[in-house]
């Protein structure tokens, strides 16, 4: 071989690195081994760490998901609720907070009464939700329902005893009450003993509780009144005193007068003076019920002697003859400052007093002659329409 043959071959026959080999067809097809993987240490094929890789996964996908389920819950909880009106909704007493989910649930008030439940427990108020009527308003999502049941902003009811009613007749009106609950007591309370008052109170009150109340109060409010009475009162005891304010109370209910018609009776007792009021006719006759609308006081009835008729017996009847008012009660402790020992009904819903007898009996003259022309009218007026309707009916 040449020297320039060998040139050659030095130029392109060396090749940096190992040889080529030439392969087969077949060969050059076949894919190629890849690199093993690294064997795995003992410690990661041990079974606890594979156990608590699981349990950490888990842990953070129960994560996630409580995630997921206290955000859309609390969407739930958040967004109005289906009520289309206002709606009243009563929680019993000693209720549970499931029971009031479900009642919430079964009115159609709350769209999952297990949201309800859950969100009032996470807010921590699951014991906290009072009992009464409520007013749910229109669109009202289960957190204003479940922050109103907490307020205790229930619906309210009026209860008003009058001032002049006696304890039956209160009594009348606490059992015809249809929002009260429970039955009357066995046995009425002494007369004179309730507080002519407006009660407000919640669906599921019992009646026994308002006339606790009512005996409560009217006891307090006495007491406070005696209390700071004037010191030359002819009246020995607390139960006198409500027996005369009872009576000026039925004799009259203007605010300008209680002062002077207390003054009257107040001076008649001084004077040893018997008080002659009506209204003790009457409820001798007829007791706590009341005179019926249609039975007119007869001049016998005034003659007729019973333990009340204070034209009969001296001094104040044995109890009082009805409920008294604050203003008849202050009225009596402190009267007004008066020599006047009559007075007598002006026609027009007042009265007219005096000093002496004389100028009484002058009122008493022009009292009736005011009701006798008043009778006359009314007489009139009735003849007149009775013949207009006979008129009509000839036609």
Do not use: C
Not at 9 to 18: K, Q, S
Not at 256 to 272: P, Q, S
């Amino acid at each position: 071989m040449s020297d320039h043959a060998n040139e050659e071959t030095g130029r392109f026959g060396r090749r940096d690195g190992p040889p080529i080999v030439p392969k087969t067809a077949n060969e050059a097809l076949r894919p190629e081994t890849g690199v093993p993987p690294p064997r795995r240490s003992r410690h990661a094929r041990n079974r606890f760490v594979v156990f608590l890789n699981f349990v950490v996964t888990s842990a953070v996908l129960l994560v996630i998901a409580a995630g997921f389920a206290v955000y859309f819950g609390k969407m739930r909880f958040d967004e109005p609720g289906p009520v289309q009106v206002s709606t009243n909704f009563v929680v019993k007493k000693n209720a549970t907070l499931p029971e009031i989910a479900e009642g919430l649930e079964n009115r159609g008030l709350i769209s999952d009464s297990r949201v309800f439940s859950l969100g009032v427990r996470a807010y921590g108020n699951d014991t906290s939700l009072k009992s009464g009527e409520y007013a749910l308003k229109a669109g009202a999502s289960m957190r204003d329902i479940m922050e109103l049941l907490k307020s205790g902003r229930s619906v309210l009811y009026s209860l008003t005893i009058p001032e002049g009613l006696t304890v039956a007749q209160a009594f009348a009106r606490i059992a015809e009450n249809e929002i009260l609950t429970g039955p009357m007591p066995g046995e009425q309370p002494p007369e004179g003993s309730l507080i002519t008052d407006t009660l407000r109170f919640q669906r599921g009150t019992s009646r026994m509780e308002i006339v606790e109340k009512l005996k409560l109060d009217q006891q307090r409010m006495v007491e406070a009144i005696w209390a700071r009475r004037a010191p030359d009162l002819p009246i020995n005891t607390i139960e006198e005193f409500v027996t005369l304010a009872s009576i000026v109370e039925k004799e009259t209910g203007r605010a300008d007068e209680r002062g002077r018609v207390a003054a009257v009776f107040i001076n008649r007792l001084r004077k040893g003076m018997r008080l002659q009021s009506d209204p003790t006719i009457v409820y001798g006759l007829f007791g706590g019920n009341g005179k019926p609308p249609d039975r007119p006081i007869y001049k016998s009835d005034i003659e007729k002697p019973t333990p009340y008729n204070t034209y009969t017996i001296d001094g104040l009847p044995p109890t009082p003859i009805a409920n008294p008012g604050r203003a008849a009660l202050e009225a009596v402790a402190n009267p007004s400052k008066t020599d006047e020992l009559y007075f007598v009904a002006n026609g027009t819903g007042g009265h007219v007093f005096a000093k002496t007898l004389d100028e009484h009996n002058e009122n008493v003259r022009l009292w009736r002659k005011i009701e006798a022309e008043r009778q006359a009218a009314e007489t009139a007026a009735k003849t007149q329409e009775n013949s207009a309707g006979t008129s009509q009916s000839d036609q």
